[in-house]
């Protein structure tokens, strides 16, 4: 009970339904009806991205203990109900106009089994989350403006020209957290949650749960990444091609 009285998730899920109004009936109001609601999910999506990085370091700098089974600092009950707010708009979005889209729903869906049990089950184990959500949504900017210049770019010359001088930095980055960085801290975080520490203050169904969801992740960020990448050089390759015809 105490958990929902302090909890400020009311507040940020209506924060983000009015951005995603603003942008779906103001904003994004020329735009077809087709990609309206897509542009919509990237407009809330900025406005989750770029905090939850800073947020979650500043709650990881003022925590004074780091450790992957260490209690949830107040700071990072805050950044977790922050995001739980921000997946559960989008979810609804995904839910409303594309629900045949399984895996973004089974995306975050499972994001928000990590973020609600380690808010309000185990209330443990949040320094290994903030740490995954800083490799995840650093890329947030990058790939929400990638992706509102790819709705545009087969009817705007300026959308497609930001679409593609922007894709190899943001492959780039992508692949540094989502293939270098994000598996190495997940590797360290799977071994310490299977130790004694973790399974004092962790029940283990959720520790193994947490391995599961996230090992899963970063596998589907491999294929998203890779297949972006074959795209890129294809698609380079024959406009290449093209100009030397």
Known sequence: MEIISNSMFPTFLSIFCIIYIIGYFGIFRNWSQ????EASSCLISLFHGSPAVILAISALRSQPVWGFASPNSSAENGVLEFSIAYFT???????????QDYLFIAHHLATLFVFITCRCVTLHGAFSVMVLLVFAEITS????????AGLRKDD???ARRVYWVLSPPFYALYTA???????????????SLMKREARDVMPIWI????????GTAIMVSWLWIWNNWTEYFR???????KKEG
């Open 177 to 191: 957290m989502r293939v270098v960085a994000g598996p190495l801290f997940f590797a360290m975080m799977s071994a």
């Open 235 to 241: 698609a380079r390759k024959a406009s290449k091609e």
């Open 156 to 158: 705007s010359e300026l």
């Open 89 to 99: 708009m989008d979810l609804i979005h995904y839910l409303i106009f594309t629900p």
């Open 141 to 148: 900017f990058c790939q929400n403006i990638w992706t509102l």
């Open 207 to 214: 520790s193994i749960s947490w391995i599961v969801v996230v």
């Open 34 to 37: 087709k990609i309206r609601p």
